[in-house]
C-alpha cells in the first residue's frame, strides 16, 4: 500500500463525486459551450450570455475568449470528449483567430475585435499573447495539425522578440499594436505581474510537451525560476501581485483595458501583505505540471508548494459557508470574502493536487468543502455553466454566464482536472 | 567658430591623412578584397592569405569571415565605393551564407563550413549569430532589398527566441545546434561577455536604422544599459570581460573554439584589474553612434565615454614606439604590449570620436600616434591589408594578411570611418 493510511478518505465518496463530475461534463457543462459559443454565421465564439444562458446581444469578440475556446474545445478532445466535436470546434476557432486577430505586420494578437474580426483594439497585451501560445500548442497536440503548431512557434517567437526584458529579466506585459510600451501606471506599461508570469509558465509548459525542444525547456525552467525566486513573498512564500523592471513588489493597483476592468475601481492600491488564495493555488498546480512535463524534480518544490497551499488552507477557505474567498492578509482573515468562480475552479485543482503530492486529509477536506460549494452554489445546473460571481454566503451576485472576460476555460478546465486526480486518488487509495 | 581653438590642430595634417587614406582604400585596400576574397568557384568568401596576400590553400569557411565579408561589402558600397561590385561581392555571399550556413530547421547560423559550404562544426555561437543581424541589416541598408531585411529579422529574433536570459537578463552565448546550451567552464556556456553584448549593440544598431521598429529600438536601448550598468568597472569604468549570469564580474579565461583561439592558451585566468584598450575604444565609438541613431541625448554618456578614452590614453598608448597595446591593468602599465591590428583600427575611429566630442588635442595625439603606427608599421602597402600582430617595436610578428578569424571588417571599416571622420574634423576646424 502507498503511504495514504493517513489520509483516511471514503473511497465511496470518491466515487460520488466523479459520478456527479462526469456525467455533468459530458451531458450539461461541455454541451452548453459546443451548443451556444460557437459562431456559426461569422466563425470564431460567442461568450455573452446571461444567467439563463441567453446570449446578452453582445458580440464583441475579446482575444482572452477566443483564444480560451480553443484551449477548451482542444483540451476536451484530448480528454477523449465530445466524439469529434469538440476539435471542430477548434478547427474553427483557430481558423478565425489567424485570419482576423494575428497581426501579420509585427506579429502578435490583437486584443478586441467586433463579431465579424474587424479591428477594436489592436493593443497587444501580454496576458493574452500568452493564450495564444497555451492555445494554439493544445491545439496542435489535440489536432497534431502543422497550422496549430506553426502559429504556436509564431506566438512563442513574438514575446520573446518583442516582450523580454533583456535588461534585467521576465516580461513587459503592455504595448501598443507596433510592440512599443504603454505608459506606466493605470496602463500598466511599467509594471511586471505574477498573473502574467504564471500564464506564461502555463503556457509555455505546453509549448515544451508540444516541441520538446531545448529554448522552450530553457524558457520555461527560467520562468519557473522568476516565479520561484522573485515573485513570492520571502517571508510567507505566497504570491505578490505586481513589481517594478528589477522585481521589487509594489501594492498592486487595477490596470485599465484588461481582464480584470469588470471589478469595480480602487480608491487606493492594494497593500503589500495582501495576496490572492486563487492565484496561489493555481500556481501550484500549474507548477506541478510544469516540473512534470520536464522531467524534473518535484522534491525541491514541495516546500514552496506547501507554503502556498497551507496559506489558502488556513486563511482562503470559507469552513462556514464552503468556497474560497477573493483575498486578504497573509497573516490574518480574508478581506474580500466574496466567491469568484474561477478562484473556486483553480481550487479544486489545486486542493486535489495537494492530496495527491502530500496526502494530507486536511487539504481534501479543503477539496470537500469547495467541491460542495461549487456544486450547490456555484453551478448553473439548469444551463450548465457556473456564475460569475457569489456572496460569501453563495447569493448570486453577478449572474452572467459568459461574457468579455468570463468563458468555458477556468471550469471545464477544472472539471477535467478534477475528474483526472479523482481516478488517481481512487487508484492511489487502493494501492 | 566652433570652441575647437584648444584643438590647435593643423588643417593641412589633417588635408594629409586624407590624402594617404582615401587612396589607399581605394586602390589598394578594397581592390586586394574584391580580387581576392570572393570564391569565385562556390560562393562565399576565400579568407586565409598569407604575407604577400597569397592563398595559403586552407579553405575552411567560418561564419564570422563570411558574414564580416558581406558587411564589408555592404559598407563600403553605402560609403559610395566599388561602383556596384562592392554590392555584387555582398550579394553573391549573401546567397552563400543563406544556402549554406543558415539552419532552417532551429533558426540561426552554423559555425563552420567546407570550401562548398558542406557543415564542419553547426554550433550556434552568439559572437557569430550577431553578425548575422549587422551583416544583414547592413546589406539590406546597402541594396534595398527584402532578403536582406528577412534575414536580418530571422537572425534577430532567433537570438531574442534562443539566447535571451529571461531570468536576469542578457544573453547566453554557446550554444548547440537545437540552442541548447553548452557546458561551462573553457565551452562558455555559463558565461556573459563583454565581447558579445558590444557586438549585439553594434548589430543592433544598424538592425534600428534599418527597421525603425519598437521592437528593435527597445532592445537596443536595453543591451546598451547592459553594457553601462553592469559590465563596467565600477571603480574605472572601463570593460569588464567576462560575468556570471547575474553579471558578478568573473576572472576571464580563453574559451574554446571562437574567434580567440589563435591566441596561446594562458595558464590561469587573467586578474578582475585588467582591461583591453582597443575593445574599449570600440565600445565608445559604437556606444556614440549607437546614441546617434537613436536619436538620443549624448550627454549622459559622455562622462562613461571619456573614462575609457583616458583609461586608454594614459596606459595604452605606446608613445615611445607608437600604437595601442592589447592589455594591462585599470591603473598601471600595459602587460600585454604587442600590437594587434583591431586595436590600432578601433583605435582610430575612437580617438578621433574622441577628438569630435570633446574637443581635447590630447585625444588627436593618440590619434596621430595610431595612425602613423598604421601607417608605418601595421599596413602592407605592397598588397593592400595589414598584418596580424606586431611586436611592441612594430616587428611583424604574425605576418598573415587573413584566416578564420582576420578578414577586412576591422580595417576597412576603420579607414573608412576614419576618413568620414576626418572630413567632419576639417569642416569643424574650418566653421
Known amino acids: 500500500m502507498a503511504n495514504t493510511s493517513s489520509l483516511n478518505i471514503d473511497p465511496k465518496r470518491?466515487?460520488?463525486?466523479?459520478?456527479?463530475?462526469?456525467?455533468?461534463?459530458?451531458?450539461?457543462?461541455?454541451?452548453?459551450?459546443?451548443?451556444?459559443?460557437?459562431?456559426?454565421?461569422?466563425?470564431?465564439?460567442?461568450?455573452?450570455?446571461?444567467?439563463?444562458?441567453?446570449?446578452?446581444?453582445?458580440?464583441?469578440?475579446?482575444?482572452?475568449?477566443?483564444?480560451?475556446?480553443?484551449?477548451?474545445?482542444?483540451?476536451?478532445?484530448?480528454?477523449?470528449?465530445?466524439?469529434?466535436?469538440?476539435?471542430?470546434a477548434a478547427k474553427q476557432g483557430v481558423e478565425f483567430v489567424i485570419e482576423h486577430f494575428w497581426d501579420k505586420e509585427f506579429g502578435g494578437w490583437y486584443w478586441i475585435t467586433d463579431r465579424a474580426g474587424k479591428i477594436l483594439d489592436d493593443s497587444k497585451i501580454m496576458y493574452g499573447q500568452s493564450f495564444g501560445v497555451y492555445s494554439m500548442a493544445e491545439y496542435a497536440l489535440a489536432s497534431g495539425e502543422a497550422l496549430g503548431?506553426?502559429?504556436?512557434?509564431?506566438?512563442?517567437?513574438?514575446?520573446?522578440?518583442?516582450?523580454?526584458?533583456?535588461?534585467?529579466?521576465?516580461?513587459?506585459?503592455?504595448?501598443?499594436?507596433?510592440?512599443?510600451?504603454?505608459?506606466?501606471?493605470?496602463?500598466?506599461?511599467?509594471?511586471k505581474t505574477l498573473d502574467v508570469h504564471m500564464h506564461l509558465m502555463e503556457?509555455?509548459?505546453?509549448?515544451?510537451?508540444?516541441?520538446?525542444?531545448?529554448?522552450?525547456?530553457?524558457?520555461?525552467?527560467?520562468?519557473?525560476?522568476?516565479?520561484?525566486?522573485?515573485?513570492?513573498?520571502?517571508?510567507?512564500?505566497?504570491?505578490?501581485?505586481?513589481?517594478?523592471?528589477n522585481f521589487k513588489p509594489l501594492r498592486a493597483i487595477i490596470f485599465q483595458n484588461v481582464w480584470g476592468s469588470d471589478r469595480p475601481p480602487e480608491e487606493e492600491a492594494r497593500p503589500l501583505n495582501n495576496t490572492n488564495y486563487g492565484h496561489n493555488i493555481e500556481m501550484c498546480w500549474l507548477l506541478k505540471h510544469a516540473i512534470d512535463t520536464l522531467g524534473a524534480d518535484l522534491e525541491p518544490y514541495k516546500p514552496i508548494i506547501k507554503k502556498m497551499v497551507d496559506q489558502a488552507y488556513e486563511w482562503g477557505v470559507d469552513w462556514e459557508y464552503g468556497g474560497i474567498y477573493v483575498e486578504g492578509p497573509n497573516d490574518g482573515p480574508a478581506t474580500q470574502t466574496l466567491k469568484e468562480f474561477w478562484q473556486q475552479a483553480e481550487a479544486l485543482t489545486g486542493f486535489l493536487?495537494?492530496?495527491?503530492?502530500?496526502?494530507?486529509?486536511?487539504?481534501?477536506?479543503?477539496?470537500?468543502?469547495?467541491?460542495?460549494?461549487?456544486?450547490?452554489?456555484?453551478?448553473?445546473?439548469e444551463v450548465g455553466e457556473w456564475y460569475a460571481l457569489l456572496e460569501q454566503d453563495g447569493t448570486v451576485k453577478w449572474d452572467y454566464l459568459g461574457h468579455e472576460w468570463k468563458i468555458s476555460y477556468h471550469t471545464v478546465r477544472a472539471v477535467i482536472q478534477t475528474l483526472k486526480r479523482l481516478r488517481e486518488l481512487q487508484k492511489m487509495l487502493s494501492e
Chains 1, 2 share one sequence.
Request: glycine share 8%; hydrophobic share 35%.
Open 149 to 191: 503548431r506553426e502559429y504556436a512557434e509564431k506566438s512563442f517567437d513574438s514575446i520573446q522578440r518583442s516582450a523580454t526584458d533583456t535588461y534585467a529579466g521576465g516580461y513587459w506585459e503592455m504595448f501598443h499594436r507596433d510592440w512599443s510600451r504603454k505608459p506606466g501606471g493605470v496602463y500598466g506599461g511599467d509594471r
Open 14 to 88: 470518491v466515487q460520488e463525486m466523479i459520478d456527479l463530475f462526469d456525467p455533468y461534463l459530458k451531458n450539461k457543462l461541455l454541451p452548453f459551450w459546443l451548443e451556444n459559443s460557437i459562431d456559426r454565421e461569422y466563425g470564431g465564439f460567442l461568450s455573452y450570455f446571461d444567467r439563463n444562458g441567453k446570449p446578452t446581444g453582445k458580440t464583441d469578440k475579446t482575444l482572452i475568449c477566443q483564444l480560451r475556446m480553443i484551449f477548451t474545445m482542444a483540451s476536451a478532445h484530448r480528454a477523449g470528449l465530445g466524439e469529434g466535436k469538440c476539435l471542430q
Open 203 to 245: 503556457a509555455f509548459t505546453t509549448m515544451f510537451e508540444l516541441t520538446g525542444m531545448p529554448t522552450h525547456r530553457r524558457k520555461l525552467e527560467e520562468i519557473i525560476r522568476i516565479l520561484v525566486e522573485k515573485m513570492l513573498d520571502p517571508k510567507f512564500g505566497t504570491g505578490l501581485a505586481q513589481f517594478d523592471q
Open 353 to 381: 493536487d495537494a492530496v495527491l503530492i502530500f496526502k494530507d486529509k486536511r487539504y481534501w477536506d479543503a477539496f470537500e468543502n469547495i467541491f460542495n460549494f461549487v456544486w450547490n452554489k456555484n453551478i448553473n445546473h
